[in-house]
T-cell receptor, first 117, second 112 residues
Framework: AQKITQTQPGMFVQEKEAVTLDCTYD???????LFWYKQPSSGEMIFLIY??????QNATEGRYSLNFQKARKSANLVISASQLGDSAMYFC??????????????FGAGTRLFVKA | DVKVTQSSRYLVKRTGEKVFLECVQD?????MFWYRQDPGLGLRLIYF???????EKGDIPEGYSVSREKKERFSLILESASTNQTSMYLC???????????FGQGTRLTVV
């Protein structure tokens, strides 16, 4: 069954340091996509980065990179040079399909990141 | 500018009422989703739809139904609201396998 696990309910990081947020997934579908979203206290969901299951290289978007280890089924988010504005909830998500016609997308429980000045 | 709009930001309903949550997108997306968000549980998929009149159950469909009569509109229906359905409800729409989903602003539903 499709599953996403984020084992860190909360993380602290010092401003300007790098931080890694963990995400493991489980799927039997060879074709899938992995996403990370940020949810600040305002509640909006902000897309950060995408990795496809067939992509050979790790995805990067500015200060965000995705450490994709396919054999271990992990897709960790690395934030470099943390900023105070990075304090937020972070969600890992996986999309499979189409199986019955649509792209089922599920999310993990999230990790709350606190950036300290 | 892409937009997913949920009809209400806050709703208070009584136990047993039939509740409609509406979501409209302007991006011509085929895929639309309804999630509920609860602390410590993240976002849990209730239902999704990949075309007009087509729907699939997510992980927690019990107590909910959906309707998609037009491509741009996806409605979540609570047939008989219960207090354990008090939650934040998020609608999203997304195009294809490798494109991100866009979210509405959320509806905080309280059932009393």
């Amino acid at each position: 069954a499709q599953k996403i696990t984020q084992t860190q309910p909360g993380m602290f990081v010092q401003e300007k340091e790098a931080v890694t947020l963990d995400c493991t997934y489980d799927t039997s579908d060879p074709s899938y996509g992995l996403f990370w979203y940020k949810q600040p206290s305002s509640g909006e969901m902000i897309f950060l980065i995408y990795q496809g299951s067939y992509d050979q290289q790790n995805a990067t978007e500015g200060r965000y990179s995705l450490n994709f280890q396919k054999a271990r089924k992990s897709a960790n988010l690395v934030i470099s040079a943390s900023q105070l504005g990075d304090s937020a909830m972070y969600f890992c998500a996986m999309r499979e399909g189409p199986n019955t016609g649509g792209f089922k997308t599920i999310f993990g429980a999230g990790t709350r990141l606190f950036v300290k000045a | 500018d892409v937009k997913v709009t949920q009809s209400s930001r806050y709703l208070v309903k009584r136990t047993g009422e039939k509740v409609f949550l509406e979501c409209v997108q302007d991006m011509d997306h085929e895929n639309m989703f309804w999630y509920r968000q609860d602390p410590g549980l993240g976002l849990r998929l209730i239902y999704f739809s990949y075309d007009v009149k087509m729907k699939e159950k997510g992980d927690i469909p019990e107590g909910y139904s959906v309707s998609r009569e037009k491509k741009e509109r996806f409605s979540l229906i609570l047939e008989s609201a219960s207090t354990n359905q008090t939650s934040m409800y998020l609608c999203a729409s997304g195009g294809t396998m490798n494109t991100e989903a866009f979210f509405g602003q959320g509806t905080r539903l309280t059932v009393v």
